[in-house]
């Protein structure tokens, strides 16, 4: 039976997955839920707020934080389940039962932060040392496989609670559709031989990914490429794959940030998901994908396959790997090296 009396505290999520989920979860509380929901003033619910919650709008600056956790810390009490959603357990010890929802690989990972910009690396160091600090704020940790259940409990201690609960949007649960016929019902314009929904963070693989459709043009290859970037958030990385656009000749065409309610039209304009990302706690976008019944070329990885069976699969640090698969999805066997016998060896030797 879900709570009748909680606090709800996601002072930092508004975007990705985590908006996805905590849209889902906001809309699943019952009306006679009471309590409090922390949030950020950034995030914009799918639905109305029971009644009983009181909310309160929580800004991006250090203040804001720091005050939401003090006001946390004040109203939770025995009465109170506390869930916090953000990854990160109270700053001050609660005097209710708390349940962390960690949903970022990073925070609990070995990742190699030398890609991601220097305010992201600090504010990921800091929330790494946040965790380590006040992880015995927490009575226990939700995740949501398997995967991660093993990084985390490597990173929390074999004594930690860690709960696995695979927690998805109710969309996922819908029967997929005809997808073939309404592959065959788009108009050219339309139809997109891949699409990737994912924001700009180094981790999310774009510059791998277009140098590999880079090497599909070197072949004479040029499959169509939809992406979902937000041109401000991603200035310079947007530039850049104009640049090779230009250059190569690449089909790749941004569709910019993609409202959650329009997300499945995206997958349904595209024959394929790819999903190149080197590192996701869950990745929510191969399971709305496999719900609508979208083949998905991914990277080889666990996170992958504690989801689904993807139809090919690719070291996603390789380019030329990453290539190779999406000219099997295609049906184009991609070239193997012409192998030389000792006679024309010495042709080409002696012909340089």
Avoid at 103 to 114: P, V
Avoid at 125 to 139: D, G, K, Q, V
Avoid at 278 to 289: T, V
Wanted: proline letters at 7%; charged letters at 25%.
């Amino acid at each position: 039976m879900p709570f009748q009396r909680l606090i709800l505290h996601a002072p930092n999520v508004h975007i990705g997955g985590g908006q996805a989920l905590l849209r889902e979860l906001l809309s699943a509380l019952p009306a006679d839920t009471r309590g409090a929901a922390l949030l950020d003033r950034r995030f914009v619910p799918a639905s109305s707020i029971p009644s009983g919650m009181d909310v309160r709008r929580v800004g991006s600056s250090l203040r804001e934080r720091l005050s939401a956790e003090r006001h946390l810390a004040r109203i939770a009490d025995e009465r109170m389940r506390v869930l916090c959603f953000g990854n990160l357990p109270p700053l001050f010890r609660c005097g209710s039962r708390v349940s962390v929802f960690l949903h970022n690989r990073h925070l609990i990972g070995a990742t190699d932060l030398s890609e991601f910009g220097a305010r992201a690396r600090m504010r990921l160091h800091a929330e790494r040392l946040w965790i380590r600090l006040c992880r015995s704020h927490a009575h226990e940790w939700i995740v949501q496989t398997e995967s991660m259940e093993v990084l985390a409990r490597s990173r929390l201690g074999n004594g930690t609670t860690i709960r696995i609960l695979p927690f998805v949007p109710s969309e996922i649960f819908a029967s997929p559709p005809d997808v073939g016929g309404a592959l065959s019902a788009r108009s050219p314009a339309e139809s997109f031989d891949f699409c990737y929904v994912a924001s700009g963070e180094p981790h999310k693989n774009h510059r791998k990914l277009i140098q590999a459709w880079i090497l599909l043009s070197l072949d004479g290859v040029f499959p169509t490429l939809k992406i979902t970037l937000d041109e401000r958030e991603n200035r310079d990385l947007c530039a850049w794959i104009e640049r090779q656009k230009q250059q190569y000749g690449l089909r790749v065409e941004n569709a910019g940030r993609v409202p959650p309610d329009e997300v499945a039209a995206v997958y349904r304009s595209s024959r394929c998901l790819i999903h190149p990302s080197w590192c996701e706690s869950f990745g929510l976008p191969l399971l709305e994908a496999d719900s609508l019944g979208i083949p998905i070329v991914a990277s080889e990885l666990d996170y992958v396959r504690d989801l689904v069976t993807p139809a090919e699969t690719f070291d996603p640090q390789s380019p030329r790997s990453i290539a190779r698969a999406v000219q099997r999805f295609l049906g184009a066997s991609p070239r193997g090296m012409a192998l030389l016998d000792g006679r024309t060896f010495l042709e080409r030797l002696s012909a340089a």
